[in-house]
């Protein structure tokens, strides 16, 4: 992990999150960054955070960010839908980048785990099954990742998964049997690698072609579901949400292109009401041209591959028809190509989700789209601007005619007529007009490139009028910093605008996504963080208790032995009396055991022998006997 310095951002940050909530209105700590960030310092006329903060300034800058946030104007709606909707796509692409990311490394490891294989020799008998049912696990693999993800249809269930074992068993057993392994083993690592890939598609197409003329394909997604999902709606919502918003820029426009000549003008304090709600509905409506063109792209792609898919297929029904046997040259780099066409269309598929997702995300934000631009006012400017229009065309259309492409100082004027490629130039600012922008504060009202296209420094501006074009030649370097002095009153300029080149120090993107050992807690990629309480002890009680002790003496000779491990060890020296090491030879002596002797049990039963003893038979004093005394 990194080990990070608190910062004056983050100190700031914490402060700021921390007084938001006290005030009811919990702010994210992204969101607190950036405005952190961006916050305009009058006495320097630059951000605060451009250098470090004393104690006093960072109280200051605290307390101005707090405010900010408690207000509730389309300036801070602009930059909530900037951060919102960015991090959710930055979110998406983080995982779907992890997604790929992990099934990558997982089917490497199958095919590595092949290639690292090595048999006894070519008649290993079982050394192929084993090689065999490692290839057998790599298909199997491959032919349910689909299905591993939230987008799809089908629920990987014993059942099915068993159905899919047969099929792909069978597939590979007339694709590749075990005979044909022995020549796979004589090839080197990359042939190896490549055989195992276009090994994959073959069986996959051999099961989608089953799948059509319905006689197998279990767990593959049906072709219909794919090309007639929910997201391919996507297009029309889009279209009808950006007419909406077409609608309401243009009467905002109009707007402002007359309100000189208004015979009620509004006060300044609304008129930056009404610019700060054009400049919300500008960058909504940016979102949804930008998820627009995407979407248009994928559209035309998935035609491209359906069509294609189907006319593949057509060629493979008639190819194979009813014939036994056909050969692999012919109909396998088939099976290969509708392989690959389908799973750039379930790829297809999965981006199509995750944009109609983006939408959602979006539409959230609609709400605060507020038109505070009264009818009264919208209607009179409609009447102006149909009586200029007219008058207005005949002057652009005589000022482009009079002008030609040239060089003026240091200015290159492109004119329609005399540019090659005139429709392809990259318009900078989106092609809003830059005299608006830096004389009018920041207000955002299309340019026309009728009036030509003028580039300066690498930048490609147009202007909405031909004063506008006048004051440019005359000091171009000074609009040129008088975008930027805009941009730093007015930060959701820098973003809708796309000058974060110009900005790199406060860029959304890096504040999102974060650097290397910079920024951490505000990227993505970073564990979420939640409040947790706990209670704890105002006097913490001292316990001076050692947990290694044992009281008991033999558990202290049971562990000394298993320590030292004595059964194993062997004396082979003699200890003497002054040994440092020397034993009690009186605890390692066993003590006699007590020896218990059997001996018979007096019974009953027993019948007593009587004994006659003679005494004195053999002593030499003793005289004879009687003779009736022996009987």
């Not at 709600?277 to 491209?304: F, G, H, M, P, W």
């Not at 002095?485 to 120090?505: A, G, T, V, W």
């Not at 032995?561 to 009396?577: A, D, G």
Request: charged fraction near 25%.
């Amino acid at each position: 992990g990194y080990i990070f310095i608190m910062t004056s951002l983050e100190i700031a940050v914490k402060l700021i999150v921390y007084q938001c909530r006290e005030r009811g209105n919990p702010v994210a700590d992204t969101l607190a960054a950036y405005m952190a960030e961006t916050l305009l310092n009058p006495d320097t006329g630059d951000f605060y955070l451009k250098e470090a903060l004393s104690e006093e300034q960072t109280k200051k800058l605290v307390g101005l960010v707090v405010d900010k946030l408690g207000a509730d104007t389309p300036s801070l709606s602009t930059m909530k839908m900037q951060i919102g909707y960015h991090s959710s796509y930055l979110q998406q692409e983080y995982q779907r980048q992890q997604t790929i990311s992990s099934l990558t490394h997982e089917a490497n490891q199958h095919i590595e785990d092949i290639v690292k294989f090595e048999t006894k020799s070519a008649n290993d008998y079982e050394g192929i099954k084993t090689l065999y049912k490692k290839i057998f696990k790599y298909l199997l693999f491959k032919n349910t990742q689909h299905i591993l993800g939230k987008y799809s249809s089908i629920t990987l269930t014993p059942t099915i998964n068993n159905t899919i074992e047969r099929e792909v068993a069978a597939a590979l057993e007339s694709v590749l049997p075990h005979a044909g392994l022995r020549p796979f083993l004589s090839l080197s690592a990359s042939d190896k690698e490549t055989q195992l890939c276009e090994l994959s598609n073959i069986i996959i197409g051999i099961r989608l072609f089953n799948k059509e003329i319905k006689k197998g394909g279990i767990g593959l997604e049906n072709f219909e579901e794919l090309i007639h999902h929910s997201g391919r709606t996507l297009l029309a919502t889009l279209n009808q949400e950006i007419s909406e918003v077409i609608e309401q820029c243009d009467n905002y426009t109009i707007f402002f292109t007359v309100a000189d000549l208004m015979k009620e003008k509004a006060e300044k304090k609304l008129m930056d009401i009404y610019r700060d709600e054009l400049t919300l509905k500008r960058q909504y409506l940016i979102n949804l041209l930008e998820l627009k063109s995407d979407v248009q792209a994928s559209e035309q792609k998935i035609d491209n591959l359906a069509g294609n898919y189907k006319k593949k297929m057509v060629d493979l029904q008639q190819l194979i028809g009813n014939k036994t046997s056909i050969p692999k040259d012919q109909v396998y780099p088939r099976f290969d190509a509708i392989s690959q066409i389908y799973s750039e269309l379930v790829e297809e598929k999965m981006l199509a989700m995750m944009r109609l997702e983006l939408l959602k995300v979006l539409l959230e934000y609609k709400g605060k789209l507020a038109s505070t631009l009264s009818e009264i006012f919208i209607k009179e400017a409609r009447l102006l601007y149909l009586e200029k229009a007219n008058d207005l065309r005949e002057e652009e259309a005589k000022f482009a005619g009079e002008q030609k492409s040239e060089a003026i100082n240091e200015v290159i004027r492109l004119m329609p007529s005399t540019t090659p490629d005139f429709m392809h130039i990259p318009l900078d600012y989106l092609g809003f007009c830059l005299w608006t922008i830096v004389k009018k504060d920041g207000l955002l009202l299309p340019g026309k490139p009728n009036l030509g296209v003028y580039k300066f420094q690498d930048h490609y501006c147009v202007f909405s009028n031909q004063a506008a074009i006048e004051e440019f030649l005359a000091d171009p370097e000074a609009f040129m910093k008088g975008v930027l002095r805009q941009c730093r009153k007015m930060p959701e300029l820098i973003h809708l605008l796309k000058l974060e080149d110009s900005f790199s120090e406060i860029s959304l993107a890096e504040l999102l996504q974060g650097k290397e050992g910079q920024k951490p807690l505000f990227s993505i990629t970073a564990p979420l963080m939640v409040d947790k309480e706990i209670e704890t002890p105002v006097h913490f009680e001292e316990k001076k208790i050692v947990q290694g002790y044992t009281w008991n003496a033999w558990d202290l000779r049971k562990k000394a032995l298993q320590i030292v491990k004595i059964r194993n060890k062997k004396t082979i020296s003699t200890q003497t009396f002054l040994s440092n090491f020397r034993r009690d030879n009186e605890t390692q002596v066993w003590p006699p055991k007590e020896a218990g002797v059997s001996t018979m049990v007096y019974a009953k039963s027993n019948t007593e022998l009587p004994k006659t003893y003679i005494v004195g038979l053999r002593d030499k004093k003793i005289q004879h006997l009687p003779l009736s005394y022996l009987f």
